[in-house]
């Protein structure tokens, strides 16, 4: 009868001490991965799996076969609703209208942001003289706080 075979030790993990947004260092001396079936046991060379990449998570359509989006390309936008807002939005996209489809408005990205810009051009219309708000490049600071008067 063969004795029993131990259970190796668990891997210390090299992300415990960091910041959750800090990049993850490339593996220099990472373990072996165990073998993936217990007759692979002696006859498998240890392997070491590179870190993966952290990467900033950014969302832009391209223009097709990795080729730069074009003016008119698409970002990521998020914000915070109460969640009765949100179940009307989803339901809303649920059921578009035809007469929307035929305007290229098929799903919740298209028509959250036809709602949003309807409701951005009626603020330019009464309070900017119909004129476009100064734009923001993603990054600039947006006013915080109560204003002063």
Known sequence: MTPPRQRPAPRK???????????????????????STPEDAGTAAPQARPAPAVTRRTTTTTGGEGKPAKSGGKTKVGFYTAEANAARLRGAAKFIPNELRAQGITGFSALAEKLVMDG?????????????????????????????Q
Request: hydrophobic residues 30%; proline residues 19%; without cysteine.
């Open 120 to 148: 951005l051009v009626e603020l330019e219309r009464k309070y900017n003289g119909g004129k476009p708000f100064p734009t923001l490049t993603p990054g600039e600071e947006l006013p915080r706080g109560r204003q002063v």
């Open 13 to 35: 993990s090299t992300l415990a001490s960091r910041h959750p947004a800090e990049p993850v260092p490339a593996a220099t001396d990472a373990e072996p991965a165990p073998p």
